[in-house]
């Protein structure tokens, strides 16, 4: 009998419309012979169904149903492809824990921890992972620019700290720089962390668990035209994205490791894409995303096709692990 998949997506931050393209991906190459998949958008003021005529069906919250031509439709699992909050920090992870219902990203905790840079960088640092010397800063809280120059160096990044997809971050190459840079990493969030540059390759490496066993991809090197991999960089070609990255087998020995330590350290399970820029040979992490972009541009999936996984094998993938 065929799963009722609810396929989530759209959110409640800035990265809306991309979620809407992930999530109409994965729509797109779910194996109809063996799923029924359901476009749930949700949004601030409403969660509702989307039918293949565009036709809306409101979702009842109590139960996460949908009625449908006078059924109600209950789903045996959900596809998780909302990028920012509330898919990736927990919220949504802990509803459907709540409800007893399956989904395809890590559980509400870990969510929460990788979602929050901060928090994350904190929790591995004690594991000896490498990363960026870094400055917190919260709203509110008093600027000193003498005391995170001389913390960080320059140029520095400062990024918000519960955010994706490059919104809210700025690379600061001078001091008169700065205040800008921060309040426009406080339209994003309240919470923003500010962190040294690191001047190497950088490179992303997916991370899923595939057939009941974690699986790490090829890592993928990125060079953006711009000054850094911005918004811009990311999703309107102004990058090259070049899979299998040109490194040396040890440093790509050493990233695949690492990656791979840091899923298991942490508790992961189903898809993710932690991001490094190598120091010499030693990878230093900057961030993890744990429901990263599946349109057929974005880096889960071009690392997944070199390593000999359709969209639809992948897409699968994590609706098996989800159910097991």
């Not at 194996?31 to 979702?59: C, Q, S, V």
Request: hydrophobic letters at 35%.
């Amino acid at each position: 009998m065929k799963k009722n998949i609810a396929i989530i997506m759209g959110g409640y931050s800035s990265e809306y419309h991309i979620s809407i393209k992930s999530g109409n991906v994965v729509h797109k190459y779910l194996d109809r012979a063996k799923y029924n998949p359901y476009r749930i958008i949700i949004t601030k003021d409403r969660w509702f169904y989307l039918d293949e005529g565009n036709r809306e069906h409101p979702m009842q919250k109590s139960d996460f149903t949908i009625s449908v031509d006078g059924n109600t439709v209950h789903f045996d699992c959900v596809f998780n492809a909302i990028h920012g909050t509330p898919g990736e920090d927990g919220l949504m992870q802990a509803y459907f824990e709540l409800l007893g219902i399956p989904q395809t990203s890590c559980n509400h905790y870990e969510a929460a921890l990788t979602f929050n840079k901060r928090d994350l960088l904190s929790t591995l640092k004690p594991y000896g992972v490498p990363c960026a010397t870094s400055y917190f800063l919260n709203k509110g809280q008093t600027i000193d620019e003498d005391a995170i120059v001389d913390k960080v160096g320059l140029p520095c990044f400062v990024k918000a700290n519960r955010a994706g997809s490059s919104y809210g971050v700025s690379k600061v190459h001078k001091k008169e720089s700065l205040g800008q840079a921060i309040d426009d990493a406080f339209k994003e969030d309240t919470q923003i962390i500010i962190e040294s540059f690191l001047d190497g390759t950088e490179v992303s490496v997916g991370v899923i668990t595939y057939n009941n066993k974690v699986t790490v991809f090829p890592a993928t090197e990125i060079i953006s035209e711009n000054d850094f991999f911005d918004f811009e960089a990311k999703y309107m070609g102004k990058s090259q994205e070049i899979t299998p990255a040109r490194i040396s087998e040890k440093q790509e020995s050493k990233v695949r490791q690492l990656a791979e330590f840091i899923y298991k350290t942490l508790g992961l399970k189903g898809y993710t894409r932690s991001e490094f820029i190598f120091i010499g040979d030693e990878p230093h992490l900057l961030e993890i995303n744990t429901t990263p972009g599946l349109t057929e541009e974005s880096l889960l999936p071009q690392q997944a096709n070199t390593a000999g996984i359709s969209l639809e094998a992948l897409f699968d993938s994590a609706i098996v692990e989800a159910l097991r």
